[in-house]
């Protein structure tokens, strides 16, 4: 295990140490230490490392993540995982706004609640909270899946796309062209594996699955309020 | 003989409204037809106070100038020295704007880096992302960070020679984008993560932060996911440049791009292009004037765009106090944009060349605007380089005319005081005196 105090070596010693890792790196394991809500901690990482952060963080911890596992042991500020494109964020606290903006693919779990805006303008990420979410979220969710076990705040999934969302508890209410969908076979073999890879004991029958009607897809005069 | 009617009585000459002109009167029954706005492409089109109302000087007693083919006007820029530890290093100080991949066809892309590259300059992504076509073709290739993230990922972001993070764009300032469904080819879609065919829209904020605080913080992250080799430019509107040029600057941007609302667009609605932002020549010395009280004029570089056209516009920017200018619409008209060799098939689609504005429809008959493949094949990438090449070439080259004759051996060194204004409204705005006195409106120590 390599340890890098944050305090101690500041915030582009810690990032460009594991940016200095590569695909063949021997040192997997990586510790960062006193982040004391510090910003932009372990983004842009290109590796399959593991690396965790011991406290919470500030705005954009994991950002652009590729191929690297990240454990926050505490709560994640705004944007944290955004554009995500591969690997893992696993924060055990809370996480902020913006969880996972943008993100393009890879895994991001929180063991706490979610905060507004979760999976913004999603593109193939897949988002597993283990709380509740605040309003907005997913709003123009392109792609990816959104789970969530607890419940979701108003505007769930406005003005999506192609991305799904699955609930387990209430949601506050739908955004614009977000509707309840038919919960298929195929979606709850996608869902058991989600809860599976997310390390998360949930039974996937409990949930309710969302997306999007489709509706807003061609402009129509007759839709113009919606836009 | 006057006309009468069956009375007698001489009849009055048909009278067009000012108010109700034919232009307007056929929007109108555009909208009654439709119910939805009119979406084009373009800038402004109203007419607007421009550097078409400022001149030079010249040389005289007291100013000599320099001699037109021995001694050296020098063009060359460096934007981004502030933070990053590789700038950008251009010949001239005329860069090809962010234009869309999607909006634009791939050889269009290709034919911009061709021409900015064998000039000397940079050319600039888009919404949509970058393709190999551009990043290939340009050497030094400024990659936007805009709200929708099309197409966003670090391996092209490490691949950039500078990020340029989009807070707006002149033609609609406040707006987001739109790409309509007929130009949603396979390979745009698919960059952009959505389904093909349909009318795609680009969010207008940014997703993941809101104010300056977090731009500050965004710009961190940036840097430190690049570590710290490129610049960051952050485009804005011309909309409030005096405190959107302070707020970048405290934000931590190496250089601001400010855009006037006569900057093109691939689509947005009319009634937005025409009626919101501030003219160009407006905001240009605001802007400075935020640079200087911060101490930072000429440290962090102003790059100005919307509706320049000719070395003098660009001359007239820079001795405004920017430091480089970019354009779109022009490098566009360059490439074959508008040409009246397509007047047939402009007049079938109901206009003609030189008004050509439905670039969201994805029918250009010059192959720019469009993802139609027969249509895209009319640009031929490396003919329309060389043209492209040739225009900048030329604007330098009026630069450097207009440098020499004000005496100046860098066109850095025009200064306001090379400029006189031919209207009111110019010479309040670009702060020069009306042509043939010492005044502005505004001036200080002006009492009235
Ligand atoms: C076809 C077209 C597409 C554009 N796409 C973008 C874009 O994706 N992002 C952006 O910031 N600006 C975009 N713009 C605006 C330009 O970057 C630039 O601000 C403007 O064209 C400058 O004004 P000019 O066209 O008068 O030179 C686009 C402009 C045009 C004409």
């Known amino acids: 295990m390599q340890t890098l105090d944050l305090q101690d070596v500041g915030l582009r010693t810690v990032n460009a140490t594991l940016h200095a890792q590569s695909e063949q790196t021997n040192q997997t394991a990586w510790e960062v230490t006193n982040p004391r809500g510090a910003h932009a901690i372990a983004c842009g990482l290109d590796a399959p490392i593991e690396v ?70 999603m593109k193939g990420v897949d988002i597993v909270v283990q709380g509740n979410i605040g309003h907005m979220s997913a709003f123009m969710g392109q792609s990816g899946n959104l789970v969530v076990c607890g419940d979701a705040g108003d505007a769930l999934g406005d003005s999506c796309y192609e991305a799904r969302f699955f609930v387990r508890g209430k949601v506050k209410s739908l955004g614009a062209d977000c509707v309840q969908k038919e919960m298929r076979p195929e ?41 | 003989m006057t006309a009468q009617d069956s009375k007698g009585i001489p009849l009055t000459t048909p009278r067009l409204s000012a108010t109700f002109t034919p232009d307007v009167n056929s929007d109108i029954r555009r909208a009654a037809a439709t119910g939805i706005y009119d979406i084009r492409g373009g800038g402004a089109k109203r007419k607007l106070p421009s550097f078409d109302d400022l001149l030079f000087m010249g040389a005289s007693i007291s100013r000599y100038p320099l001699e037109g083919y021995r001694e050296k006007c020098e063009t060359s820029v460096t934007i981004g020295a502030l933070n990053a530890e590789n700038p950008i290093e251009l010949d001239i100080p005329i860069t090809i704007a962010g234009m869309s991949f999607g909006a634009l066809s791939g050889p269009a892309k290709e034919a911009l880096g061709r021409g900015a590259s064998a000039a ?84 207008c904020r940014h997703p993941d932060w809101t104010g300056p605080d977090d731009l500050e913080i965004k710009i961190l992250e940036l840097r430190e996911i690049t570590g710290w080799k490129v610049p960051i430019y952050v485009k804005v509107a011309g909309a409030r440049p005096y405190y959107d040029t302070t707020l970048a600057v405290k934000s931590g941007a190496d250089a601001v791009v400010l855009d006037g609302m006569q900057g093109g667009t691939a689509a947005t609605q009319d009634v937005f292009i025409e009626h919101v ?14 640079l200087q009280d911060l101490g930072m004029h000429r440290k962090v570089q102003l790059i100005l765009s919307g509706g320049i056209r000719s070395g003098a516009d660009v001359a007239k920017a820079m001795a405004l106090g920017a430091d480089a200018v970019a354009i779109g619409t022009a490098a566009l008209i360059a490439l074959g944009d508008n040409d009246p060799k397509w007047e047939a098939e402009y007049n079938a689609l109901g206009t003609t060349a030189g008004a050509y504005d439905d670039w969201h429809e ?38 450097q005319t207009i440098a020499r004759a004000c005496g100046k051996n860098h066109l850095h060194n025009l200064e306001p005081e090379d400029l ?24 200080p120590g002006t009492t009235y």
């Open chain 1, 52 to 121: 965790s952060v011991k406290g919470s963080t500030g705005y954009y911890c994991g950002g652009m993540n590729q191929q690297a596992t990240i454990h926050i042991e505490g709560s994640a500020g705004p944007g944290t995982g955004e554009n995500i494109m591969s690997g893992k964020i696993v924060i055990e606290g809370d996480a902020s706004q913006y969880l996972g903006a943008t993100g393009h693919g890879g895994l991001i779990v929180v063991k706490g609640n979610a905060s507004s805006r979760c999976g913004i303008s």
């Open chain 2, 120 to 203: 000397g300059t940079s050319t600039t992504t888009g919404d949509g992302g970058m393709t190999p076509e551009e990043r290939g073709h340009s050497s030094k290739l400024v990659y936007q960070y805009l709200p929708s993230r099309y197409g966003m990922n670090p391996d092209d972001l490490r691949k950039a020679d500078a990020i340029e993070i989009v807070v707006g764009q002149g033609a609609k300032p406040g707006g987001g984008g739109m790409l309509l469904g007929q130009k949603i080819s396979d390979r745009v879609a698919e960059m952009r993560t959505l389904p093909g065919g349909i009318d795609q829209r680009s969010a």
């Open chain 1, 187 to 227: 979606h709850l073999e996608l869902l058991t594996s989600l809860l599976e890879a997310a390390g998360i004991d949930a039974d996937p029958t409990e949930f309710t699955r969302y997306g999007s009607a489709r509706t807003l897809y061609h402009f129509d005069v007759d839709n113009a309020g919606a836009y």
């Open chain 2, 420 to 443: 006189v204004a031919l209207t009111m409204e110019a010479a309040a705005m670009a702060r020069v005196p009306l042509a043939g006195t010492d005044w502005y409106p505004g001036k």
């Open chain 2, 362 to 399: 994805g029918r250009d008959p010059a192959g720019i605007t469009t993802q139609d493949p027969d249509l895209m094949a009319r640009l031929d990438p490396v003919e329309g380089g060389r043209r492209l090449r040739n225009y900048l070439k030329v604007m330098t080259l009026e630069a």
């Open chain 2, 277 to 290: 932002g501030l003219p160009t020549l407006a905001i240009i010395r605001p802007a400075v004037q935020a």
